[in-house]
């Protein structure tokens, strides 16, 4: 018996790894409903049960949802960004504060740990999110935002800290999208120059300043 039931939980956990690498690779994008409990089964040669309890467990954790009558939806991109996005909920200032405290240290390390590659994908980034701006393409200017902060905190090469920061993206893009306007006038977004220019020169209170300035006013303006 113990034997049998070992084999049948690493069959299961072998069926979670597969599910969580699909998400991953964006296979199954957020949002989207994965195939039905027969399909997977069949398409990964395990028993129903075992594709039920795997699926089961990665609704537990936030990966999926599972929807009565309906099916299973990819909720996030990780277990993380699903766990964190149960705890902030929609709370626009809970977002921007957990921000805050990730990002100021993030850029304050990124400024003396940063690499000449990295700092050119940074203004890389930049120009994208400037040029998205321009043609006023509101998706594509979130996206080259959030993937800027991102960058910038991956630039600090604290592995905890990247993956933390990481498994926030959902809520993180979801907050850029909420402090953007739609119309995206010459004067209706913050520039993050002063980010790259500090980071550029090594200089790691001026990138915190930075990093913290432009925060601080999009809090400031949800009191207005």
Known sequence: MPLATT???????????QL???????????GSRIPTEPK????????RNTVREAVRALSHSGLLEVRQGDGT????????????????GAELREVLQVRRMLEVEAARIAATGRTDEELARLRDLHDQRDAAQRDARFADFVR?????????VACAHNGLLTELYRGLTETITASVAATTHQELGPAEHIQHRGIIDAIADRDAARAAEEAAEFLDE??????R
């Not at 084999?7 to 790894?17: E, H, P, T, W």
């Not at 997977?40 to 028993?47: F, H, R």
């Not at 080259?144 to 910038?152: C, G, K, S, T």
């Not at 999009?218 to 009191?223: I, N």
């Open 218 to 223: 999009l809090l400031a303006d949800l009191d």
């Open 144 to 152: 080259a935002d959030a993937e800027f902060h991102l960058a910038v």
């Open 7 to 17: 084999r049948r939980a690493g069959l299961v956990d072998q069926v979670i790894d």
């Open 73 to 88: 939806y990819v909720r996030a991109t990780s277990e993380v960004s699903g766990a964190i996005r149960r705890l902030c």
């Open 20 to 30: 969580r690498e699909a998400v991953r690779q964006g296979e199954w994008p957020v």
């Open 40 to 47: 997977l089964a069949s398409t990964l040669g395990v028993g």
